[in-house]
């Protein structure tokens, strides 16, 4: 098919979308996928979206850039698989580290983590143009936040706090959105009054100041 299109393009016009997609992919537990993988998220993280493209991820992992279309059809597919993987790994992480001490602390430090706000703005930047993403996005968000809300809400009590001062929800939120807007500011080069934020912050989960 692919020496028919190159002998003559007109037939390109008359391939179906399904033999497209039905090309062989390689496997997804292939060494060379996960290097794929792992250099796309750091150039996201370094560099922004727009850095990720198959010539760029194929460089950064010291491999030919035809391997990315053998692993993945598009790019969409590839950032997918990419916010997929982290998600899930962070999902886990988060899982562990509150079964282990479900604290106001340990969820401030979920949400205060600057590689994964990076990767996060990273990926809220593209979404905008990738409607994929975004579902993706909102997918794992609203699962991440149900989790957190059963942690929040178990150790708010356990700290005293009434809900009436303070809806778990609400707080949930503020600490999500304080951690965002901190990785935003960070990427920018901005840090004029983050010690004292986080300072503060740090205060009040640890039981020394009111919320």
Not at 15 to 22: F, R, Y
Not at 133 to 140: K, L, P, Q, S
Not at 168 to 196: F, Y
């Amino acid at each position: 098919m692919l020496s028919s299109c190159l002998a003559f393009p007109a037939i390109c016009d008359k391939v179906s979308p399904v033999a497209i997609s039905e090309r062989r992919i390689g496997a997804a537990d292939s060494k060379t996928r996960a290097q794929l993988l792992d250099a796309a998220e750091r150039l996201l993280i370094e560099d922004g979206y727009a850095a990720v493209t198959s010539r760029r991820v194929a460089a950064e992992a010291g491999l030919k850039p035809q391997l990315v279309h053998y692993y993945f059809r598009t790019m969409d597919d590839l950032f997918v698989e990419l916010f997929r993987r982290s998600a899930d790994a962070a999902f886990a992480r988060a899982e562990k580290r509150l079964a282990k001490d479900p604290s106001l602390a340990t969820l401030w430090a979920l949400n205060n983590d600057p590689r994964g706000a990076a990767f996060l703005v990273g990926f809220a930047a593209l979404a905008n143009h990738r409607k994929t993403i975004r579902v993706e996005i909102a997918r794992y968000a609203e699962r991440n936040r149900a989790r957190q809300l059963a942690a929040i809400t178990g150790a708010l009590q356990s700290a005293g706090v009434d809900e009436g001062t303070i809806p778990p929800v609400v707080a949930l939120v503020l600490m999500t959105g304080l951690g965002q807007v901190l990785g935003i500011e960070r990427g920018l080069g901005v840090k004029a009054g983050h010690a004292e934020t986080l300072a503060f912050v740090e205060r009040v989960v640890a039981g020394r100041v009111a919320p």
